[in-house]
């Protein structure tokens, strides 16, 4: 017969094991769900559990490895917890028993140890985190011994590898400043236009120009030595505003365009050809918008190694800026 004593011992160790487990996936799930401009405005007003958590955003090594260490103390009480209750049932240690109680446990330990907290610190992060924060500063004070060591590892691993924090606090700060005009959108600060013209410049300013460029192959152009009947014709033809010119002896050499509106009113025989902005291949889509809009051209030249790459419309960079996440179709007109 089993030890009553002892089960109810690996029982309640199982359940302490089980309650660790909940608290610090939950509170690294709700860590980094914060609003950090609700935090700086209640650290402001005297918030102690505001103050708290807004230390920790701007130092996240500790918070981090408070919730590792803690997770794995978490596991290893769980397992003993699991071991004890084989040896009360069995009188000693038993493997076959000891898996079928971890095949029986482990629903109970994924359901109630990580996804229903995890779910609910996603949900209310604000609330559940200024509840348990408290508790959490205990808990770093406490294991500070270990994860202080693991933070001075973490930084000279990044002095070695000669990895900027700059760099993390950019992505940081760019996450911030997404969930803020999220927030500004869901309480009507800003319209829907603003939302998306806002999301759209941080989604183009890392992306690279070479991803909404007109191969040369297939730009619709003429030479430059086309009169102005053939290049109206050619616009009807295509139903196109601009045409794109290219050298007389070098149909890929593209360096200009024709406004077919400015033709139309011209009397001379010549048209204005308009000379295109010229930008290497490895320039930013947000970089190649800011100087067309500059130089107020219609289209760029891409070059990549020396040699003409494509063309890149205006028009499209500034649709993709308010359909970030469609990518806008090579234009016609380039």
């Known amino acids: 017969m089993p030890d009553w004593l002892e089960v109810i011992l690996a029982t309640l160790l199982l359940i302490v094991g089980l309650r660790l487990s909940a608290f610090f996936s939950g509170t690294e799930t709700g860590f980094y769900r914060l609003s950090i401009p609700r935090l700086n405005i209640d650290s402001q007003t005297g918030d ?17 490895a408070t919730c590792l260490i803690g997770n794995n103390v978490a596991n290893y009480v769980t397992t003993a917890a699991i071991g004890f209750l084989s040896l009360a049932f069995m009188g000693a240690a038993s493997e076959r028993f000891e898996v079928l109680i971890t095949i029986l446990v482990s629903p109970i330990i994924f359901l109630f140890g990580e996804l ?102 297939r ?8 009169t102005k009947d053939e290049i109206l014709k050619f616009a009807h033809q295509f139903g196109i505003s601009t045409v794109a010119v290219h050298r007389k002896n070098d149909p890929e050499d593209w360096y200009g365009y024709v406004v077919v509106s400015e033709l139309m009113l011209q009397t001379r025989v010549r048209p204005i050809i308009h000379i295109m902005p010229v930008f290497d291949a490895k320039s930013s889509k947000l970089e190649v918008l800011h100087h067309l809009q ?41």
């Not at 508790?135 to 270990?146: D, G, H, P, S, T």
């Not at 730009?219 to 086309?226: C, D, Q, R």
């Not at 289209?299 to 990549?304: H, L, N, T």
Request: glycine share 6%; hydrophobic share 40%.
């Open 116 to 217: 229903l907290p995890k779910s609910l610190y996603y949900l209310a992060p604000m609330h559940l985190l200024r509840r348990d924060i408290r508790y959490f500063k205990y808990i770093f004070r406490l294991l500070f011994v270990v994860t202080y060591p693991l933070v001075l590892l973490t930084r000279t691993i990044e002095r070695l590898s000669k990895q900027s924090p700059q760099a993390v606090e950019f992505v940081l700060g760019r996450s911030r400043l997404v969930q803020l005009m999220r927030h500004g959108h869901e309480e009507g600060v800003l319209t829907d236009v603003q939302s998306r013209l806002s999301g759209g410049l941080l989604q183009l300013a890392p992306q690279p120009v070479t991803g909404s460029v007109t191969p040369a192959t």
């Open 294 to 334: 500059c130089f107020q051209s219609h289209s760029g030249v891409i070059r990549q190694n020396g040699k003409t790459f494509g063309v890149v419309s205006r028009k499209g960079l500034i649709e993709q800026l308010y359909r970030p996440n469609v990518a806008a179709p090579p234009s016609r007109s380039s």
């Open 219 to 226: 730009i619709l152009g003429v030479s430059e030595t086309a």
């Open 48 to 64: 102690k559990a505001a103050t708290t958590l807004l230390w920790f955003s701007r130092n996240p090594a500790y918070f981090v």
